[in-house]
């Protein structure tokens, strides 16, 4: 059983719940529209729905990363093209982090600057690896973790959904005992709330309070930007 809440800035509160991990499992993603380029919101529904069909298509049972990965390759590919059909939509791009959890294991897919966190006990681990080009910076050794924080670059991502025909989707993967818990989230949150805070409130409180209480604390900060989180937790 995974305790699934999901939340996003504008949306009417969602009751606690729980969710059956079947012989498929399932499917936790979040999207960002990419920020200063024509219909990101589209892009961003666009994804979802395209990324939910690819999944109901594969084979019975839980899929492996490689049909993952095939996936969300698709969604790229149907994003791009249907910006390619109205002028309207040309340059429309999203990010896409996305987590299938099945039989104990997550594997994750990503593409641009939304993140995904796992947490065990105490301690909180990110996941992905930010596709951005301060992230790089960081990376190479030329900014500081510090430095990236206050870079006036530190929006720009190197890789979206729908940029370009082709994309390099980034797979990483972890096994679940019960307890852990993974968050997925635009960098509306992970921008204004450090890891450390997330984890807490994750301990603290039921999923649906602690993600509101993430998102409220986003938007204290500033909350400049699009604010979407999902958490689940395993329960058995």
Known sequence: MVDLTTKRE?????????????????LLAVCDGV???????????????????????????????????VAVENVNKRVWQEAQTQARLAGMATTLTAAVVCHRRAIIAHVGDSRAYFLRGKSIQQL????????????S??????????SPFRSTILQ?????????????????????MLLLCTDGLSTKVRAEEMAEALRSRSLPDA???????????????????EAARVEE
């Open 10 to 26: 504008i949306a009417p509160p969602i009751d606690e719940e729980g969710v059956t991990v079947g012989e498929r499992g399932i």
């Open 35 to 69: 920020g200063g380029r024509k219909a990101g919101e589209i892009a961003s529904a666009l994804a979802l729905e395209t990324l939910s069909h690819e999944m109901e298509a594969l084979a019975p049972g839980c899929p492996r990363r490689t049909l993952f990965k």
């Open 128 to 139: 992905t690896r930010d596709q951005s080009f301060v992230a790089a910076m960081v990376a």
């Open 141 to 150: 050794g030329a900014l500081t973790e510090e430095e990236a924080e206050h």
């Open 160 to 180: 979206a959904i729908g940029l370009k025909s082709t994309v390099d989707v980034a797979l990483d993967g972890v096994d679940l005992e019960k307890g852990d």
């Open 211 to 229: 993600v509101q209480e993430l998102i409220g604390l986003a938007n204290a900060r500033g909350g400049e930007d699009n604010i979407t989180v």
